[in-house]
């Protein structure tokens, strides 16, 4: 059909519209032109369209409106067919029954344990576990170096120390840490065609589902067990909520730890004089840790929430039924929060400690205590053990891999001094 203004109006509509890509090298210019779109900027994500949020405080406002519900089933694009499992973001949405996708009383009663288990003090007891695995990863990285002395940071420390450590929480074997890992990385991949992502997740689910029916048969003391026999109120998790939290717990406590572990170093290696004053104790790791957070997070784009009811923000209208995803990364360079200087890397910034990537309110990361001891035990660890530790190849040859949601790194190769 020849209709000039049917072709003009959607010219214009498709004017303001962002295409957020999964092989996006340059980051940085993604991140900027999504928060210079404004408060809220549309986007499209492998062909769907959805609204993101860009900045501090209209993310903070957002992320405690009941309005807004992470339930699938409100999603127009959802009930009307449109988006389908074929899509390959689907498993970021549709990850079964858990605290990840349920709000309100349900989604305290699927939670609480969880976060009870992961406060401040309760990890204390298990921070020697944690040195002792970086201990014998950083054993393992010594070992690991070929014969020009390089060696990849990622596969040899940072990923398997976050598996290490969630594993031992949740009761998951060292034998299949190596299987998560992959099929991990498979799931997070755009270039992973979508049967085998279906196909990888049904069998993460037989997975998990066997390990909640052995320890419910032999309970034990790691977290898995406590959320089986947690009695909130008369009313215990189900087979399927157990294993709904379980997923989300592994999915999560080791991808996200293995970016802002790896994208501390590279921001350090990149600084050298902000390296050089950590090293000499005129500045804490925990400055490096939260200043990556804010800088670099590991969540570039959160997937997803509904509106349940039309929504003003600013100068837009979010409609009933459409999805919002939360920009972390452009929200940490937003320089109403941080200053106009937001996109450079500095651990004295006095705004370090106020970014959002562990997200706001009811749904605010419940591992976030667990991540900075982690990051803050393997980050003085390793450059204590390796002070001349350095890139092997330019930074600007670091690749980064085809995933969506995360930015993650392919390698990362270093000598280690
Ligand atoms: C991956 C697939 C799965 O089985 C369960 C979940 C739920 C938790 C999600 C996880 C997902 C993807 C990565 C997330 C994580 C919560 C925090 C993590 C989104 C969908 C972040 O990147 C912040």
């Known amino acids: ?11 214009d509509r ?9 092989m996006v090298q340059d980051l940085d210019g993604e991140t900027a032109r999504l928060r210079d779109a404004g408060v ?3 986007i499209d994500l492998l062909g769907v369209p959805a609204w993101t949020v860009t900045r501090h405080a209209e993310a903070r406002q957002l992320l405690v409106d009941p309005r807004l519900v992470k339930d699938i089933d409100a999603w127009g694009l959802w ?14 949405i549709d990850a079964g029954r858990s605290m990840f996708t349920v709000d309100g009383s349900e989604h305290r009663r699927l939670r609480t344990k969880t976060s009870q288990a992961l406060t401040p003090r309760r990890l204390e007891a298990i921070r020697p576990d944690i040195e002792k695995f970086t201990e ?6 010594d070992a690991a170096q070929g014969e020009d002395g390089v060696v990849d940071l990622k596969a040899v420390f940072a990923q398997p120390l976050p598996m290490k450590v969630v594993g031992m929480l949740m009761g998951v074997d060292e034998s ?17 065609p979508q049967d085998e992502r279906l196909a990888l997740l049904a069998e993460l689910d037989v997975f998990y589902t066997d390990l ?3 320890k419910t ?3 034990t003391d790691d977290l898995t067990s406590a959320l089986i026999l947690a009695e909130e109120g008369g009313d215990p998790l189900t087979e399927e909520e157990v294993v709904g939290n379980l997923k989300a717990m592994v999915a999560a406590g080791h991808e996200t730890t293995i970016g802002l572990v790896l994208n501390a170093v590279r921001a350090l290696l990149s600084h050298p004089d902000q390296l050089r004053a950590v090293l000499a104790g005129e500045i804490g790791w925990d400055a490096v840790v939260e200043e990556t957070l804010r800088w670099d997070t590991p969540t570039t784009h959160l997937l997803m929430r509904f509106a349940t009811e039309d929504l003003a923000v600013g100068d837009e209208m979010i409609r009933k039924g459409e999805g919002v995803v939360i920009s972390y990364r452009a929200i940490g360079r937003d320089t109403e929060q941080h200053g106009p200087d937001a996109d450079a890397f500095d651990i004295t910034r006095p705004t370090r400690n106020r970014h959002m990537t562990f997200g706001h309110g009811p749904h605010i990361c419940p591992g976030a205590a667990l991540s900075r001891v982690e990051a803050g035990i393997a980050l003085p660890a390793l450059f204590g053990r390796f002070p001349g530790l350095r890139l092997a190849v330019p930074d600007e040859e670091i690749t980064k891999l085809p995933v969506m949601t995360q930015n993650d790194m392919a390698a990362f190769p270093v000598l280690l001094g």
């Open 217 to 219: 048969a032999r309970p």
């Open 14 to 22: 498709n004017a303001g519209v962002i295409t957020v890509d999964p």
């Open 176 to 192: 299949q840490h190596a299987m998560l890992t992959r099929q991990y990385k498979a799931f997070f991949s755009m270039l992973t």
């Open 79 to 92: 009930q009307s067919g449109v988006v389908t499992r074929a899509w390959p973001l689907i498993g970021m």
């Open 40 to 42: 809220l900027a549309r």
């Open 136 to 141: 014998e990863l950083l054993d393992a990285l």
């Open 1 to 11: 059909m020849n209709c000039p203004h049917a072709e003009a109006a959607q010219a």
């Open 212 to 214: 909640v029916r052995e």
